[in-house]
């Protein structure tokens, strides 16, 4: 995986490069995505702001962006740290909405994340930067588990070709901490250590076998047919994340 990442690494600069900015900001979640990603931003030599944005979070979850954050500090001259609290923010927003969103979940939850997005934007212009995507393959392309203008709004993407197992492997190969490698995935979004395994149904594995998956389902015992029922059901639901918006094109002669 060590060519992986470096052609990560080249992409970024040279991106980076054509489009005239100075570096990237990365939001980071104490999840190996996010350190994988900030990793290969570092590595370029250009400015890579760090960005710690907790809503509510779950200790674990910060201790861990926070240690991430200062081990590339130390390693590298070309990072910034910011640790920027949103949950007074997000408290505010909350009980502003209570009548027209009477108690639900799911979108409180992901106003985390579009809070966050602004918040990163506000920083990448600031310091004229590019808002760097932490998103993998199985995520963005496959199940689309992620926020539609949320974790979801970002300048480019590079870990979006690879599997969640790809990300674990490269993360080893980059030095990425191995208390984040270890801990178990969560988009921390829910003011608790809820797992992506527990709300998508599946493990990233299992939805990667799903996401390639061309043979016969009549060879498949009862798990793999429910996993490939998983999968289906949310890359159906999700089109919506995954492809453009749509656009209504007028004929020309209704337009006069």
């Known amino acids: 995986m060590k060519e992986v990442g470096t052609h990560i690494v ?23 995505d996010s350190a994988l990603t900030s990793t290969l ?3 370029t030599g250009k400015l890579t702001v760090l960005v710690s944005l907790p809503i ?19 390693q590298f001259a070309n990072i ?7 949950t007074e923010v997000f ?3 909350k009980s502003s909405l209570q009548s027209p969103v009477p108690q639900h979940e799911l979108a409180m939850a992901n106003a985390r994340s579009r809070l966050r ?19 993998n393959k199985v995520e963005d392309f496959g199940v689309g588990f992620f926020t539609k203008y949320g974790d979801g709004g970002v300048d ?22 191995e208390e984040i490698i270890k801990a178990k995935p969560t988009d921390g979004l829910w003011g608790e250590d809820r797992t992506d395994e527990e709300q998508l149904g599946a493990s990233y594995p ?11 389902e009549k060879v498949l015992n009862a798990r793999q047919q429910e996993v490939l029922r998983i999968f289906r059901r949310l890359n159906a639901a999700n089109q919506h994340k995954m492809n453009p918006i749509p656009v209504c094109k007028i004929p020309e002669d209704l337009k006069g």
């Not at 910034?80 to 949103?86: A, E, G, K, V, Y």
């Not at 299992?206 to 016969?216: I, K, P, R, V």
């Open 80 to 86: 910034l740290c910011f640790d920027i609290s949103l």
């Open 41 to 43: 931003c570092a590595q």
């Open 10 to 32: 080249d992409w970024l600069k040279g991106y980076c490069e054509q489009a005239q900015t100075k570096g990237f900001v990365v939001g980071i979640s104490g999840g190996v």
């Open 91 to 93: 408290q505010v927003f």
């Open 156 to 177: 480019l993407s590079p870990i979006a070709d690879l599997t969640k197992s790809q990300v674990w492997q490269l993360a080893k190969e980059v030095g990425v901490l």
């Open 206 to 216: 299992e939805l990667e076998w799903a996401m390639d998956f061309n043979g016969s």
């Open 117 to 135: 997005m602004t918040t990163l934007y506000a920083i990448a212009q600031a310091h004229d930067c590019l808002v760097v995507g932490t998103g």
């Open 56 to 74: 509510l979070q779950d200790p674990s979850q910060q201790k861990r962006a926070e240690r991430h954050m200062q081990k590339l500090k130390n």
